[in-house]
């Protein structure tokens, strides 16, 4: 916050001379990607170079404990002055409850121009009319791939062409048990997993008016497509072995010819050196229509912060055009300042990040709702089931069908 000494009178200025005029404010920021926070150190430092009197603490949170830590946090009323809100967690529940501050006052008091935010990334942070939240960034889903394997096999490297057959035979001939290589890593995940082949098979996983998809036969059919990759070609590890060794952790060991990830990976990517010699990225083959999910991470300020003032100060410079193309330039996130998107194309030029923005226009913005959490749990642990063998597709899905439409009969009461 920039504060001035014009108008103290001589007494001040002598206190002024003799030490800090103001007392030093320290603004906690959480988040949970640590590949961001190099850029994130940059852009609070710039904001501290301007605002001396704020000081900003950044708080990484692994991405598995965040949303329970956030909401137990609120709970105590010691949350974070400024957090990363996500549109499938409880964006909406915590605007609703009035527990992130509204900030269209803020926004046109100090007349904060938002017009180089796309307006979908607005849109996805408004709570009936207003904004609780300014978009960071957004992604899409593309195929990773390794082009060593790819040689090895005498593969053609994946293409806008490709469809889900031609993954399928491929990710066969990628793989090579005897070296411990699988052709494709099937994600028992909703972002690099469900979502994005429920949407390519013009399915849903929720529909417009607030119901379980999985009672479409072609969002169950999207599923066992999934299963079959891993049960009958067995191109992918088992549900258990992923569990005990991650796509990524593949990918990067050279375990893995292709996984599905998003360009919020390509920082991680790019600092590890295996994979910034062999990986690069296509967009998604293609199901039944193309599709790739999209999510999106917007800065929110908590309702019971005792230092509102300096969080808004610190979330406008977030919203800045600065602190957007230094997050672009470190390659760590596409930026929501869509004006800026190719710099974070150019800065990790060993892969293809077009690719991700080439999957913009068709596009599907995650499923969410009030308790996206109460309802995506259930997801994932029935349909691990059917991915693992345990249970037939159609049982998981009818099941899954089932208990989130209970869920989500009980939002708002």
Same mark, same amino acid.
């Given at each position: 916050?920039?504060?001035?000494?014009?108008?103290?009178?001589?007494?001040?200025?002598?206190?002024?001379?003799?030490?800090?005029?103001?007392?030093?404010?320290?603004?906690?920021?959480?988040?949970?990607?640590?590949?961001?926070?190099? @850029?994130?150190?940059?852009? $609070?430092?710039?904001?501290?170079?301007?605002?001396?009197?704020?000081?900003?603490?950044?708080?990484?949170?692994?991405?598995?404990?965040?949303?329970?830590?956030?909401?137990?946090?609120?709970?105590?009323?010691?949350?974070?002055?400024?957090?990363?809100?996500?549109?499938?967690?409880?964006?909406?529940?915590?605007?609703?409850?009035?527990?992130?501050?509204?900030?269209?006052?803020?926004?046109?008091?100090?007349?904060?121009?938002?017009?180089?935010?796309?307006? @979908?990334?607005?849109?996805?942070?408004?709570?009936?009319?207003?904004?609780?939240?300014?978009?960071?960034?957004?992604?899409?889903?593309?195929?990773?791939?390794?082009?060593?394997?790819?040689?090895?096999?005498?593969?053609?490297?994946?293409?806008?062409?490709?469809?889900?057959? $031609?993954?399928?035979?491929?990710?066969?001939?990628?793989?090579?048990?005897?070296?411990?290589?699988?052709?494709?890593?099937?994600?028992?995940?909703?972002? &690099?997993?469900?979502?994005?082949?429920?949407?390519?098979?013009?399915?849903?996983?929720?529909?417009?008016?607030?119901?379980?998809?999985?009672?479409?036969?072609?969002?169950?059919?999207?599923?066992?497509?999934?299963?079959?990759?891993?049960?009958?070609?067995?191109?992918?590890?088992?549900?258990?072995?992923?569990?005990?060794?991650?796509?990524?952790?593949?990918?990067?060991?050279?375990?893995?010819?292709?996984?599905?990830?998003?360009?919020?990976?390509?920082?991680?990517? &790019?600092?590890?050196?295996?994979?910034?010699?062999?990986?690069?990225?296509?967009?998604?083959?293609?199901?039944?229509?193309?599709?790739?999910?999209?999510?999106?991470?917007?800065?929110?300020?908590?309702?019971?912060?005792?230092?509102?003032?300096?969080?808004?100060?610190?979330?406008?410079?977030?919203?800045?055009?600065?602190?957007?193309?230094?997050?672009?330039?470190?390659?760590?996130?596409?930026?929501? =300042?869509?004006?800026?998107?190719?710099?974070?194309?150019?800065?990790?030029?060993?892969?293809?990040?077009?690719?991700?923005?080439?999957?913009?226009?068709?596009?599907?913005? !995650?499923? =969410?709702?009030?308790? $996206?959490?109460?309802?995506?749990?259930?997801?994932?642990?029935?349909?691990?089931?059917?991915?693992?063998?345990?249970?037939?597709?159609?049982?998981?899905?009818?099941? !899954? &069908?089932?208990?989130?439409?209970?869920?989500?009969?009980?939002?708002?009461?």
């Amino acid at each position: 916050m920039k504060r001035s000494l014009i108008g103290m009178s001589s007494l001040g200025m002598l206190v002024a001379l003799a030490g800090p005029a103001f007392a030093e404010v320290t603004l906690r920021l959480s988040i949970w990607d640590a590949n961001q926070k190099p @850029a994130l150190d940059q852009i $609070t430092a710039r904001f501290s170079e301007e605002n001396p009197d704020i000081k900003v603490s950044i708080e990484v949170v692994p991405r598995s404990d965040y949303v329970t830590k956030l909401e137990t946090s609120i709970v105590g009323r010691n949350a974070p002055d400024v957090f990363w809100n996500a549109l499938p967690d409880r964006f909406l529940e915590l605007a609703r409850s009035g527990l992130i501050e509204n900030l269209d006052e803020r926004i046109k008091a100090d007349g904060v121009d938002l017009s180089p935010i796309a307006p @979908a990334l607005l849109e996805a942070f408004t709570y009936e009319g207003s904004l609780y939240a300014i978009p960071k960034d957004f992604d899409t889903v593309g195929l990773w791939y390794n082009k060593a394997l790819f040689d090895a096999a005498g593969v053609a490297y994946p293409d806008d062409s490709w469809t889900w057959e $031609t993954l399928r035979e491929n990710a066969k001939k990628l793989t090579n048990p005897s070296k411990g290589v699988y052709g494709f890593v099937v994600n028992a995940g909703t972002r &690099a997993g469900y979502y994005n082949f429920i949407a390519q098979n013009a399915g849903d996983v929720l529909t417009d008016d607030l119901k379980s998809g999985f009672d479409q036969p072609e969002t169950a059919a999207a599923v066992q497509f999934m299963a079959d990759l891993i049960l009958v070609d067995k191109v992918s590890p088992t549900v258990q072995q992923t569990e005990e060794v991650n796509a990524q952790t593949r990918f990067k060991t050279g375990q893995a010819a292709m996984i599905l990830d998003g360009s919020w990976r390509a920082r991680e990517f &790019a600092d590890d050196p295996y994979t910034l010699e062999n990986a690069n990225i296509a967009v998604l083959p293609q199901g039944t229509v193309r599709a790739s999910s999209s999510g999106t991470l917007g800065y929110s300020i908590y309702s019971g912060s005792e230092h509102k003032e300096e969080a808004w100060d610190l979330l406008k410079f977030l919203a800045s055009p600065e602190a957007a193309q230094i997050q672009a330039s470190a390659g760590a996130v596409i930026p929501s =300042h869509m004006d800026q998107a190719q710099i974070w194309v150019d800065a990790i030029p060993q892969f293809n990040l077009q690719a991700f923005l080439d999957m913009v226009d068709y596009a599907e913005v !995650v499923a =969410h709702s009030f308790n $996206t959490p109460g309802w995506s749990s259930i997801m994932n642990q029935e349909l691990k089931k059917a991915l693992a063998g345990d249970v037939s597709v159609d049982e998981a899905t009818s099941l !899954v &069908a089932t208990k989130m439409n209970e869920v989500l009969a009980s939002e708002g009461k």
